[in-house]
């Protein structure tokens, strides 16, 4: 699939200039990189550590879908990522994906994703999936564990990362598109960390415990809270019995 690069020093946010495209009809394909960000943010509109040497960037998507599996989008792009990052580590490892959207290295997390969309009646008209990838630097100082690949010992280029992952987003577009969400849905989970077990699910100012079951086809979360079954399709998750302690300010 032929990529539209845009790259640009600094933005304040590759996701805003992306949307902005998109509304005024750019083609399928293009993508927004910049090699820092002054106003990067990430879900629920926190912050995002955007310094040189991390990768930044958005794609803009104009696939042929209906409005409703605009979410299935967001999942592709963790896995893309996922995949990625765990060809870079040695024997595969350490890698798993937490719900939504967060990729996560040895437990911590190393990547971000931002998915947005717009639909025009039914259909799908585009949708812009931001990705943040911590190569040189994480954050310090955010309620979740943080890591970088050079932390890991993997020395890659932005550049680099970025050509290896628009080659996976070929890939995995191709399969979505031919095979569904299903293909998809399968290879998230087969990296979901706590799949089974219990978590802990904060929205708002509430908390849910349950079982963590699997996805539904639209990617919401099946939870199992004391035998009953519960969909999830918001909220910061967190293992074991802490509280996700995402609610306080910092990165997403
Ligand atoms: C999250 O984990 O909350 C999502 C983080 C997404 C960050 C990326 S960096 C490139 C793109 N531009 C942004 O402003 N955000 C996304």
């Not at 998109?22 to 943010?41: L, M, S």
């Amino acid at each position: 699939m032929p990529f539209d690069i845009q790259h640009h020093a600094a933005l304040g946010s590759t996701n805003d200039v992306a949307e902005a495209l998109a509304v005024e009809g750019c083609r399928h394909g293009t993508v927004v990189w910049a090699d820092q960000q002054t106003a990067g943010h990430g879900r629920h509109g926190r912050p995002w550590h955007s310094p040189p040497g991390n990768l930044l960037f958005s794609v803009v998507l104009r696939p042929a879908v209906p409005a409703s599996r605009a979410a299935e989008l967001g999942f592709l792009s963790a896995v893309v990522v996922a995949d990625y990052v765990a060809g870079l580590m040695p024997g595969d490892g350490g890698v798993e994906l937490k719900w939504p959207n967060d990729v996560l290295l040895k437990g911590a997390k190393v990547a971000g994703l931002l998915p947005a969309a717009q639909c025009t009646g039914e259909t799908l008209a585009w949708a812009v999936l931001g990705i943040g990838l911590n190569i040189a630097h994480f954050p310090s100082g955010t309620p979740y564990p943080a890591t970088s690949l050079n932390a890991h010992g993997v020395a890659i280029t932005p550049e680099q990362g970025l050509h290896a992952i628009l080659d996976r987003f070929t890939y995995w577009l191709s399969r979505w598109e031919h095979e569904g969400f299903d293909i998809v849905r399968t290879a998230w989970l087969a990296r979901a960390r706590g799949l089974g077990r219990e978590v802990t699910v904060g929205h708002g100012t509430g908390q849910l415990r349950g079982v963590f079951l699997g996805l539904e086809a639209d990617g919401a979360m099946r939870l199992d809270i004391d035998g009953a079954e519960r969909r999830i399709t918001a909220g910061d998750v967190a293992f074991g019995t802490a509280g996700p302690g995402a609610t306080s300010a910092g990165q997403a």
